[in-house]
């Protein structure tokens, strides 16, 4: 390039970058929304004087929006626990808020407040906060532990933990009491009953807690979330928490960590999930990162900012009562070689991902007239396998040169457009290790002939070769069609621990690797344990272990592949160890079995390599 074409374009360049700054100055981002700042709570406010000046102020002002019903009293007998409903009067579906369960966490119960009021009080420009005002009925107990919110401690007035008091793995967690019963205190009663009197009305359900300071959490987590691996809410919850902590690291110069937790204690979230079928989730934001102040402006604008966009994101998602994202996305989007970022159906967020070493080409399609004087799109990129991928002449990037990718990391992109997608601004927000999360199914669920369904961690299995079914909650192959059947799940990554429980009949045994009509597997026949190569034209053993299986035995298989290394385990004694690097990149794991209705699979799981 010429020096004078050097120079035009660094000046086009900080045309870019500067129109880009002065609009960010003028103009709320369309997807994640700008919390404006927060007041600090007051943490001197009596419960009476806290429910005086929070919600009932604002039902004072919107009688016709706002209702309280008494739902009954605390476990002291003092405190009456109260039930707010946000009521527009063409409201499409029902959402259930809990918050102040643990009396020592003001930032949750403060935080849904400030929220409801920032919905109800200000004027909105946002569009995605405008439908929640006029078409989201909200549900809401405020304060479910008045004792502990009057003297600011976990526990109620009878020395229990609450969230530990429902009928959902009770008993089975140690720590703060859990009380006689499942539901023998008085306020979790009272959610149960809350969740009663609405039945199947709610799209969710988030519980609000706090990190308080001196937690190991508080100083090393920013927001974060419990939720179950199967839920609705799972995938989507974990990618507003990256986004949030990588949004907070850059900003404001943090060094804070994503956590994806589960438990299972039994507490509101994992009740309401579980017990009622509600999708549901607990939400934590870690104390101490913003102030060392409690609750002050700092620390309740970023806990809002966190209780705010998950709300508005879930809102989005069950819009006209079914879930807003596309799962073509997932599924014709991250296998194609063309990433086509098709915007006719009011998507702005996508996850992408890059499953082979196959160029791709990002475009977007379907480019809507935006009510904004900006529009972005938020890409969040899988990057597992290297690929070069090119992106559309109409993008200028911020720093002049598109990003590089490194495999088996994840990366947030974002582009903005002025002019209805003619030209785009793309800039890179950041990345982050990619990180594998097991994969298990216990195939406790109904009986079918058909399919396997979807395993209990979320992922779809597939039917590569012949019919594969569920009876009495393990897996098998129902039609095997005369050769051999196999199931997998695309775990996408290919370094990985296999294991299963197999029942033997004739022929059971784990599939990994597999890429269409190549794969290998380590199965069980009538002389013993085999490793096999298979393609479409040749089967080649790699190795073997004889003895003599017994019919209806189990037998705990593993296989770990790592790089050109696998080995075999039976029953937990490694029986075969060679080095092959057939297939080594290919993701796909799960059972195989040859002309065989009578083996049954158990206790799966994918999982990586310690």
Same mark, same amino acid.
Not at 45 to 69: D, G, Q, V, W
Not at 244 to 257: P, R, V
């Given at each position: 390039?010429?020096?004078?074409?050097?120079?035009?374009?660094?000046?086009?360049?900080k045309?870019v970058?500067?129109?880009?700054?002065?609009l960010?100055?003028?103009v709320?981002?369309?997807?994640w929304?700008?919390?404006?700042?927060?007041?600090?709570?007051?943490?001197?406010?009596?419960?009476?004087?806290?429910?005086l000046?929070?919600y *009932?102020?604002?039902?004072?002002?919107?009688p016709?929006?706002?209702?309280?019903?008494?739902?009954?009293?605390?476990s002291s007998?003092a405190?009456?626990?109260?039930?707010?409903?946000?009521?527009p009067?063409?409201?499409?579906q029902?959402f259930?808020i809990?918050?102040?369960?643990? $009396?020592?966490e003001? *930032?949750?119960?403060?935080?849904?407040?400030?929220?409801?009021k920032e919905?109800?009080?200000?004027?909105?420009t946002n569009?995605r906060?405008?439908?929640?005002r006029?078409?989201?009925?909200?549900v809401?107990?405020?304060?479910?532990?008045?004792?502990?919110?009057?003297?600011?401690?976990?526990?109620?007035?009878? @020395?229990?933990?609450?969230?530990r008091?429902?009928?959902v793995?009770w008993?089975?967690?140690?720590?703060?009491s859990? @009380?006689e019963?499942?539901?023998?205190?008085?306020e979790t009663?009272?959610?149960?009953?809350t969740?009663?009197?609405?039945?199947?009305?709610?799209?969710?359900h988030?519980d609000?807690?706090?990190v308080p300071?001196?937690?190991s959490?508080?100083?090393?987590? @920013?927001?974060?979330?419990y939720v179950?691996?199967?839920?609705?809410?799972n *995938?989507?919850?974990?990618t507003?928490?990256?986004?949030?902590i990588?949004s907070?690291?850059k900003n404001?110069?943090?060094?804070?960590?994503t956590?994806?937790?589960?438990?299972?204690?039994?507490?509101?979230?994992?009740?309401?999930?579980?017990?009622?079928?509600?999708?549901?989730?607990?939400?934590e934001?870690?104390?101490?990162?913003?102030?060392a102040?409690?609750a002050?402006?700092?620390?309740m604008?970023?806990?809002t900012e966190?209780?705010?966009n998950? &709300?508005i994101?879930?809102?989005?998602?069950?819009s006209?009562?079914?879930?807003k994202?596309?799962?073509k996305?997932?599924?014709i989007?991250?296998n194609?070689?063309?990433?086509?970022?098709?915007?006719?159906n009011?998507?702005?967020?996508?996850?992408i991902?890059t499953?082979?070493?196959t160029?791709?080409?990002?475009?977007?399609?379907?480019?809507?007239?935006f009510?904004?004087?900006h529009?972005d799109?938020?890409? &969040?990129?899988?990057?597992?396998? $290297?690929a070069a991928?090119?992106f559309?002449?109409s993008?200028?990037?911020?720093?002049?040169t598109a990003?590089?990718?490194?495999?088996?990391?994840?990366?947030?992109l974002?582009?903005r457009?002025?002019?209805?997608g003619k030209?785009?601004?793309?800039?890179?927000v950041?990345?982050?290790?990619?990180?594998?999360?097991?994969?298990?199914?216990?195939?406790?669920r109904?009986?079918?002939?058909?399919s396997?369904?979807v395993a209990?961690?979320?992922?779809?299995?597939?039917s590569?070769?012949?019919?594969?079914?569920?009876?009495?909650?393990?897996a098998?192959?129902s039609?095997?069609?005369?050769?051999?059947?196999?199931a997998?799940?695309?775990?996408?990554e290919s370094?990985?621990?296999?294991?299963?429980d197999?029942?033997?009949?004739?022929?059971?045994?784990?599939?990994f690797r597999?890429?269409?009509?190549? !794969?290998?597997?380590a199965?069980i026949?009538?002389? $013993?344990?085999?490793?096999?190569?298979?393609?479409?034209?040749?089967?080649?053993l790699?190795?073997?272990? !004889?003895?003599?299986?017994?019919?209806?035995t189990?037998?705990?298989?593993?296989v770990?592949?790592?790089?050109?290394?696998?080995?075999?385990?039976?029953?937990?004694?490694?029986?075969?160890s060679?080095t092959?690097?057939?297939?080594?990149t290919?993701t796909k794991h799960?059972?195989?079995?040859f002309?065989?209705?009578?083996s049954?699979?158990?206790?799966?799981?994918i999982?990586?390599?310690?």
């Amino acid at each position: 390039m010429s020096g004078y074409a050097n120079l035009k374009a660094k000046q086009a360049l900080k045309k870019v970058n500067d129109l880009t700054a002065q609009l960010e100055q003028k103009v709320n981002k369309l997807q994640w929304w700008d919390t404006p700042t927060i007041s600090s709570a007051n943490l001197n406010y009596s419960y009476a004087n806290f429910i005086l000046n929070t919600y *009932e102020t604002l039902r004072s002002k919107y009688p016709n929006i706002i209702t309280r019903a008494t739902i009954g009293n605390d476990s002291s007998g003092a405190y009456p626990i109260y039930e707010y409903c946000f009521t527009p009067p063409a409201f499409e579906q029902t959402f259930f808020i809990t918050a102040g369960i643990h $009396g020592d966490e003001p *930032e949750g119960y403060w935080g849904t407040y400030y929220f409801l009021k920032e919905i109800y009080d200000s004027n909105l420009t946002n569009k995605r906060l405008r439908y929640i005002r006029d078409k989201v009925r909200i549900v809401v107990i405020p304060v479910v532990n008045p004792w502990g919110y009057s003297n600011f401690t976990r526990l109620n007035a009878n @020395g229990i933990n609450l969230n530990r008091n429902y009928d959902v793995f009770w008993g089975e967690t140690g720590g703060d009491s859990q @009380g006689e019963t499942p539901f023998s205190q008085k306020e979790t009663l009272a959610v149960k009953n809350t969740i009663d009197k609405y039945n199947a009305e709610f799209s969710f359900h988030l519980d609000m807690h706090t990190v308080p300071q001196g937690y190991s959490e508080a100083g090393l987590y @920013g927001g974060y979330c419990y939720v179950k691996p199967n839920s609705l809410l799972n *995938e989507q919850l974990h990618t507003l928490q990256d986004y949030l902590i990588n949004s907070w690291n850059k900003n404001y110069s943090k060094s804070l960590q994503t956590r994806y937790p589960d438990n299972d204690n039994s507490n509101t979230s994992n009740y309401v999930e579980i017990v009622r079928g509600i999708p549901s989730a607990t939400l934590e934001f870690a104390t101490g990162n913003f102030s060392a102040t409690l609750a002050d402006s700092a620390e309740m604008t970023r806990a809002t900012e966190w209780y705010s966009n998950v &709300f508005i994101e879930f809102a989005d998602m069950f819009s006209n009562g079914s879930l807003k994202i596309d799962e073509k996305y997932r599924n014709i989007v991250s296998n194609a070689n063309i990433f086509d970022i098709d915007l006719n159906n009011g998507m702005r967020v996508f996850s992408i991902k890059t499953e082979n070493t196959t160029a791709k080409t990002l475009q977007f399609s379907n480019i809507p007239a935006f009510e904004e004087s900006h529009s972005d799109v938020t890409i &969040f990129l899988d990057y597992v396998q $290297g690929a070069a991928i090119t992106f559309p002449s109409s993008v200028v990037w911020q720093n002049g040169t598109a990003p590089t990718f490194t495999a088996k990391n994840k990366y947030i992109l974002n582009f903005r457009t002025f002019d209805n997608g003619k030209h785009w601004i793309g800039s890179f927000v950041g990345a982050w290790n990619w990180t594998f999360d097991a994969i298990t199914d216990d195939f406790n669920r109904i009986d079918s002939t058909t399919s396997l369904g979807v395993a209990t961690t979320g992922q779809a299995w597939v039917s590569q070769k012949g019919t594969w079914g569920i009876s009495g909650n393990k897996a098998y192959a129902s039609n095997p069609n005369g050769t051999d059947a196999i199931a997998v799940i695309d775990s996408g990554e290919s370094d990985v621990t296999i294991s299963v429980d197999g029942t033997w009949n004739t022929s059971t045994g784990i599939a990994f690797r597999v890429n269409g009509t190549d !794969l290998l597997a380590a199965y069980i026949n009538s002389t $013993g344990l085999k490793l096999y190569k298979f393609t479409i034209s040749t089967n080649e053993l790699l190795g073997e272990y !004889l003895f003599t299986p017994v019919v209806g035995t189990t037998y705990a298989i593993k296989v770990i592949a790592n790089g050109s290394s696998i080995k075999v385990s039976l029953d937990g004694t490694e029986r075969i160890s060679v080095t092959n690097t057939f297939n080594q990149t290919a993701t796909k794991h799960g059972f195989r079995v040859f002309n065989d209705t009578g083996s049954r699979f158990d206790n799966f799981k994918i999982e990586a390599v310690s």
